[in-house]
């Protein structure tokens, strides 16, 4: 059985950083993509930020130049750099791994103060 577990979020103020972690456990193979959603109260869970299999990464527009994905040394796991971040970053962020089925985790709180 696969889980996915996030850590790392908290409470920053606007300026400030944290660093999301992403863990998979259990039997994975052939991961083609590792990446990160957030949800808004009130809003849809949108895409953040993704890296693929080859190195390739891709950003949201509105989290260009301040947030940065990377793979882990160990295969199944996935970090975001969160820099400069601002109040409208504020959100539960989800870890998504896309494999041969797709894996979510149960989310990570996130709040930005002005």
């Known amino acids: 059985q696969v889980q996915v577990v996030e850590s790392g979020g908290g409470s920053a103020q606007a300026g400030g950083s944290l660093r999301l972690s992403c863990t998979a456990s259990g039997s994975i193979s052939s991961i083609g993509a590792m990446g990160w959603y957030r949800q808004a109260p009130g809003k849809q869970r949108e895409w953040v930020a993704i890296?693929?299999?080859?190195?390739?990464?891709a950003y949201t527009d509105s989290v260009k130049g301040r947030f940065t994905i990377a793979r882990g040394n160990a295969k199944n796991t996935v970090y975001l750099q969160m820099n400069s971040l601002k109040p409208e970053d504020t959100a539960v962020y989800y870890c998504n791994i896309v494999a041969a089925n797709n894996y979510w985790g149960q989310g990570t709180q996130v709040t930005v103060s002005s």
């Open positions: 890296t693929f299999s080859g190195g390739t990464t």
